[in-house]
């Protein structure tokens, strides 16, 4: 059964960081395109960033770039998203989905692009 989970929520203080976690079960990790997408109360879903299934293309949301990193680890079967310097608005649900990927180098954007999705972990930033 093809499983995403997410790990690394939590509550941190603004100018704090975190380092979230998307493990895959039941499926290689290395053939697909993963991207993370996070949804703040009373708001909707947005992408925050996503990668490529060979690493070699990335891409950020205007409002993390400089502070957020996309990262994988195909050998573990994780992608990672390192999140530095938190403001109160990066606080949300963060989920990772993945889309089996047409090309290597290719990411996707939008939502409704990606098949699978995990549970989601939550970010909290506050003092």
């Known amino acids: 059964q093809l499983q995403l989970v997410e790990s690394g929520g939590g509550l941190v203080q603004p100018g704090g960081s975190l380092r979230l976690s998307c493990a895959a079960s039941?499926?290689?990790?290395?053939?697909?395109?993963i991207g993370w997408f996070r949804q703040a109360p009373g708001k909707e879903r947005e992408g925050v960033s996503c990668?490529?299934?060979?690493?070699?293309?990335?891409n950020y949301a205007d409002s993390v770039k400089g502070r957020f990193t996309i990262s994988r680890d195909n050998a573990k079967n994780t992608v990672y998203l390192q999140m530095n310097s938190l403001k109160p608005e990066d606080t949300g649900v963060y989920y990772c989905?993945?889309?089996?990927?047409?090309?290597?180098?290719?990411?996707?954007?939008?939502?409704?692009?990606?098949?699978?999705w995990g549970q989601g972990t939550q970010v909290t930033v506050s003092s």
């Open positions: 989905a993945a889309r089996y990927g047409d090309s290597n180098s290719y990411y996707y954007t939008s939502e409704h692009e990606y098949h699978y």
């Open positions: 990668i490529s299934s060979s690493g070699g293309s990335t």
């Open positions: 039941g499926f290689t990790l290395g053939y697909y395109a």
